[in-house]
């Protein structure tokens, strides 16, 4: 694609678990993902140079390489160590003293020839969570500090109200966008694409691997490839690691869905709907097969506040909140 046939405008979804970019070139959207994680690995000049032959990303830092992006996982298991994040629940991870250059490479690399700048990006942030959101403050402000290096002019969006500008056209823009990532679940109740209530939960795919972890005593890096490449939310586990998985499923859903109703209950502004909305369900922590249904199953039974039309699962879960940046950056809302 070259950058003549490129519009000025991206979207950018930082999320805990991946980074993803999102382009829009002759009507069609565009999408590229790294992992938002790295491994550390002894330094010696030989293995730098292989690195680099082989077209790794990495940072060499003192006695140590830190491989990033995608790379991060084939080493991991490689090696037999545990992934590390820049990020930690939804925001930097004030455990590693290098979130934010390693962010910015992840960055860089996606951009390519478009880190020039001259364009309009708009970039996902997490709402705030129901008890206190001051972290989310600081995380907008080092965020906007490393985007602003590239040239673009910036604004953000709630990662739940990014959901519903990128999935919920049909219904004008209303509705309610839930998006279970690694580190949080975000939710944002819209209305004509304006957000009503939006809040986040530090409870999503990375609680679920790492107390699926302890439970069964693997890695918290091995339940997640198991989980993304074998687990059904059906009831029926093979083993260990997916009965346990299904345990921390089931926890994650009813604490998300008891947020829900808490939160939209104890709401004084709530819109006067005249008929029922939609839920849209996206992030890469939807997408075992069965989620959609238990998750509906378990907002039945829960004496929701909001009439619910219909709960439907992103055709696209881990692209929706990078769409919907785009989206927003494309309206120049």
Do not use: W
């Not at 991946?18 to 002894?42: C, E, M, W």
């Not at 790379?71 to 298991?77: G, I, L, M, P, V």
């Not at 992030?283 to 039309?309: C, M, N, Q, T």
Request: include cysteine.
């Amino acid at each position: 694609m070259s950058d003549t046939e490129r519009e000025p405008c991206l979207g950018l979804d930082i999320g805990t678990s991946r980074i993803v970019l999102a382009r829009r070139a002759q009507g069609k959207f565009d999408f590229q993902a790294q992992l938002n994680a790295f491994v550390s690995i002894p330094f010696s000049k030989l293995t730098h140079k292989v690195l680099k032959k082989e077209g790794v990303p990495h940072k060499v830092r003192g006695p140590e390489i830190l491989i990033y992006g995608n790379e991060s996982d084939r080493f991991a298991e490689l090696f037999h160590v545990e992934t590390r994040r820049p990020m930690l629940h939804g925001v930097l991870n004030p455990g590693e003293p290098d979130n934010l250059e390693l962010l910015r490479q992840i960055v860089a690399g996606l951009l390519g020839s478009d880190g020039k700048g001259g364009g309009k990006l708009c970039y996902s942030l997490p709402a705030a969570r129901l008890v206190s959101g001051e972290e989310v403050k600081y995380h907008d402000a080092a965020l906007r500090h490393v985007l602003a290096e590239f040239g673009f002019e910036l604004r953000s969006i709630d990662e739940g109200l990014a959901v519903v500008l990128g999935e919920l056209e049909a219904s004008n823009y209303t509705g309610i966008g839930i998006s279970c990532g690694g580190g949080m679940c975000n939710v944002c109740l819209a209305y004509l694409s304006v957000p009503v209530l939006s809040f986040s939960l530090p409870k999503a795919g990375d609680y679920v691997d790492a107390t699926t972890a302890t439970a069964t005593g693997e890695g918290a890096t091995r339940v997640r490839l198991i989980k993304e490449r074998s687990f059904v939310l059906n009831g029926r586990a093979p083993d260990k690691v997916h009965r346990a998985l299904t345990v921390y499923y089931e926890d994650m859903i009813r604490s998300l869905i008891g947020a829900m109703r808490e939160a939209f209950s104890e709401a004084r502004r709530l819109p006067r709907l005249d008929r029922p909305v939609p839920v849209v369900l996206s992030g890469g922590s939807v997408l075992p097969e069965g989620f959609r249904e238990r998750f509906e199953g378990v907002l039945k039974e829960s004496s929701f506040p909001v009439a619910i039309s219909e709960v439907v699962l992103s055709p696209d879960p881990l692209h929706s909140t990078a769409r919907g940046a785009l989206m927003a950056a494309l309206t120049d809302m």
